[in-house]
């Protein structure tokens, strides 16, 4: 089992920046691929990046937000910037054994983090 527990949500201006954490626990957490994605009301939940010995990133993030791990920490982090009011939604940390941006091939979700850009 993996518990994850997003944080780092919240209210920021169209251009600015946010920096959301997923704090990891469990057993062998460390060895799984991680991703981050997201829900805008009304949409369905969709991939925004991963995480395993490489990156991948979704087109239409790519080159503002950055994905990354540390594994001393228990922490995965996505670094959000250049924020536009389409990327507000809430915001899903997830472990998976398969390195992928597929919703279903991921085992473990938080509880997800609002975040809000406003024009």
């Known amino acids: 089992q993996v518990q994850l527990v997003e944080s780092g949500g919240g209210l920021v201006q169209a251009g600015g920046s946010l920096r959301l954490s997923c704090a990891a626990s469990g057993r062998n957490w460390s060895y799984y691929n991680m991703g981050w994605f997201r829900q805008a009301p009304g949409k369905e939940r969709e991939f925004v990046a991963a995480?395993?010995?490489?990156?991948y990133y979704a087109n239409s993030v790519k080159g503002r937000f950055t994905i990354s791990r540390d594994n001393a920490k228990n922490t995965v982090y996505l670094q959000m910037n250049s924020l536009k009011p389409e990327d507000t939604a809430v915001y899903y940390c997830?472990?998976?054994?398969?390195?992928?941006?597929?919703?279903?091939?991921?085992?473990?979700w938080g509880q997800g983090t609002q975040v809000t850009v406003s024009s």
């Open positions: 997830a472990a998976g054994q398969k390195y992928s941006s597929t919703y279903s091939a991921y085992d473990y």
């Open positions: 995480i395993s010995w490489s990156t």
